[in-house]
């Protein structure tokens, strides 16, 4: 089946996208930041080996049989491995809670000829919601983007070193130095820990899938290119800047760090059960940051990376994991998971990985899942919305998005990038964005400095029927191209391909392919939605209140003088006093 693990926290509707300038050659990465995974499905799994996955057809069922039974044995002996190291960290009360155990999983499916990992219940769970594990946060032995940089990789990179891969690049360089102790090298000693957690480290790390197990559910990992750029083709968000993210981190630090000292950082490792694994290097690198995108976790402010936390398989319907309270008087932090329903002893207990897109999945995970596919979620796709080098009154509007948008992460980028879904309605804060970029003619006097505090404020309603139109016509636009680029995707996938032993033609998918083409679909639905939902606004421009109707309105200049005299003699002559203020009816003199 698929990949699975991670959950951590979603990052709303509205976003930057941030430009993707070069570094300089000598000068360490700069961050743009980490967004962190959710997601959801009912039973995706950890990825299986690859000859199951490449689809490998055996010459015998007996040789199927005999590599099933293998790959079994294998899992239940790690999974043995790791239980006892568990058993003995729990004892010494270095984990709260922990009502589970980690065994192969039981509901990957009809094709589970290599099953990969989970957690099932110790014991039987007599209620919904509860706690089955809980682990205190300790720096110790759960990889942090601070403890990776202020105590194991102290000293050894520039104090202003900050990755364009951002806090998951952090835990990468983590995840790497463990693979190395597991063969005798790395960083010794960093973080200190107590022998019985260094044990479960080195059961965890062997317990991972390996390289080869990810490279056909991982769009890190794809070994076709052709693959990769089908699914950038396939989706509105940016593979490629992820891929170009990592591989330039890599880079720098392989020149600057790792090729100077190779006996600390190796290029690749054997681990104990006999697997070459990749390490510190590009590929090794590569590998880490699809481990840590699948698997950290999203707690208290920070990405986690947590050992055994992360061998949850994931169901839609499941709780997330969370931050929690916990110990004798309910004051240690740490990460809480509880199971969402009553469970038999040895039951397998879910995770749900909470909202996120169908490319978020596949580029997080591998894998779609099919509560997106049936609806149960919301399809989204992202628009990229931006204010041109030649836009009218362009400095006045850079000045406003830097100035005056009150946003909580200070001045806005003049490109930003917003999700829209199948439920056709855009996030306010786009409209906003655009109709400040579309201002001009008539209503660019709302660009003077007598309003300049107020007119983002004033963009979160249509301005006028000329700016309303325009910046409606503008994201259709957007929306139209994208579906017009995937339509083009389609059209050449469904070109019969010759194949050589039929000379039949075939259009038969791959995996990859067929995942792509689920992202495909599910981005071209929200889009089509938006686009029809920008329309039918199109058509309703005359029912809209615009700037000028809203202005005459807070004067009380939105009505005509009332026919009637409301008034009366004051007793000192012919000079009629008003007892009623009538809308609008305001003696002001412009």
Known sequence: MEKIMDMPGGDGMFRECLDHPKRAPDGPPKSQ????????????????????????????????????????????ETARALNAALEVCVAEKFINICAVRVAPSSSVGADNASMRLGLVTAKAVAKSDAT??????????????????????????????????????????????????????????????????????????????????????????????????????????????????????ANWLQDRLWSKDRSTFPESITTNGGTTIPCFSVDGFRYAMALVQSRAVFVDGQLRLIPIMDMANHKSSANEVVGGYMGTFGTLAGTVFKS????????????????????????????????????????TAELKAELDADATFRDDKLDILEFETGSELGSMEPTQTFDVDDSGEPDFALLQFMRLVKLSGKD??????????????????????????????????????????????????????????????????????????????????????????????????????????????????????????????????????????VPGGADYDF
Not at 156 to 184: I, R, V
Not at 342 to 366: D, M, R, T
Request: with cysteine; aromatic share 6%.
């Open 33 to 76: 930041g980490h967004r962190a995974c959710q997601s959801s499905d009912k039973g995706h799994h950890h990825v299986h080996s690859s000859r199951v996955i490449m689809g490998a057809s055996d010459t015998s069922s007996d040789h199927a049989k005999t590599d099933d039974a293998t790959a079994t044995a294998r899992l239940e």
């Open 444 to 581: 660019a006097f709302l660009l003077e400095s007598i309003f300049r505090q107020e007119v983002w404020g004033f963009m979160e309603l249509p301005v006028s029927v000329s700016n309303e139109r325009a910046a409606l016509t503008s994201l259709r636009s957007l929306c139209e191209g994208h579906i017009q680029d995937m339509d083009a995707v389609e059209v050449a996938k469904q070109q019969p391909q010759e194949d050589s032993s039929t000379a039949t033609a075939t259009t038969t998918l791959t995996k990859q392919q067929a995942q792509c083409k689920r992202v495909r679909d599910l981005e071209r639905l929200a889009l089509q939605r938006t686009m029809d939902y920008l329309q039918r606004d199109v058509e309703a421009l005359d029912l809209k209140e615009y700037y000028q109707e809203r202005r005459l309105k807070d004067l009380g200049l939105d009505s005509e003088w009332s026919d009637d005299d409301d008034s009366e003699e004051d007793g000192l002559g012919d000079f009629p006093v008003p007892t009623k203020r």
């Open 340 to 379: 969402s329903s009553k469970l038999a002893a040895g039951q397998e207990v879910f995770a749900s990985y909470g909202p996120k897109s169908a490319a978020e999945y596949l580029l997080e995970h591998g894998f779609v899942p099919d509560d997106v596919v049936n609806g149960n979620m919301r399809a």
């Open 132 to 249: 089955v594990l809980a682990i205190p946060h300790d720096d110790s032995w759960i990889l942090t983007a601070s403890t990776v940089q202020k105590v194991i990789f102290e000293g050894l990179l520039p104090d202003d070193y900050d990755g364009w891969t951002g806090p998951a690049g952090w835990l990468a360089l983590g995840l790497l130095n463990e693979m190395a102790k597991l063969a005798g090298k790395g960083i010794p000693n960093k973080p200190p820990r107590k022998a019985p957690l260094q044990t479960l480290m080195e059961a965890w790390i062997e317990a991972l899938p390996t390289p080869q197990e990810l490279q056909q559910t991982h769009p890190y990992l794809w070994p076709n290119e052709d693959d990769q750029e089908l699914l950038q083709s396939s989706s509105t968000k940016k593979l490629y800047l992820q891929l170009d993210d990592l591989e330039e981190d």
